[in-house]
């Protein structure tokens, strides 16, 4: 089964948050066992649907051919780019800026387009 990177997976799953899809899927599993749920197996049914989609998502991932964006590359203007870290989201490079950090030294600053229409450098 495909995985979200390790560093990933702890964001992932400290800051999980519940969307309308997990709660669907809860209220459907009451509505089919017609029994109350414990707290572990409305856990377990969320995790188990989780995994499914982060494997969905990765073997979407794979086929397509953008590239992942890993901070120490160059990107072009109008390249696009997918972002493992934020659900496999693709995002058009918009802008290109010189940045300098003490520590770093000199680098470029790109700016993204996602397809839900946010920015961010």
Do not use: C
Not at 49 to 63: D, F, N, P, V, W
Request: hydrophobic fraction near 40%; proline fraction near 4%.
């Amino acid at each position: 089964m495909a995985s979200p990177k390790a560093s990933s997976t702890e964001v992932y799953w400290t800051e999980l948050k519940v969307a309308d899809d997990d709660l669907e899927l809860i209220l459907n599993l009451l509505l089919e066992r017609e029994a109350p749920l414990t707290t572990l197996e409305m856990v377990d049914a969320l995790v188990v649907h989780r995994l499914a989609k982060l494997e969905e998502e990765a073997l979407r991932a794979s086929q397509d051919d953008h590239e992942d964006y890993k901070p120490a590359n160059a990107f072009e203007k109008g390249q696009v780019l997918r972002f493992p870290v934020m659900g496999n989201a693709l995002g058009e490079v918009i802008g290109i800026r010189s940045g300098e950090n003490p520590d770093q030294g000199s680098f470029d600053v790109i700016e993204v387009a996602f397809q839900d229409d946010n920015r961010r450098m």
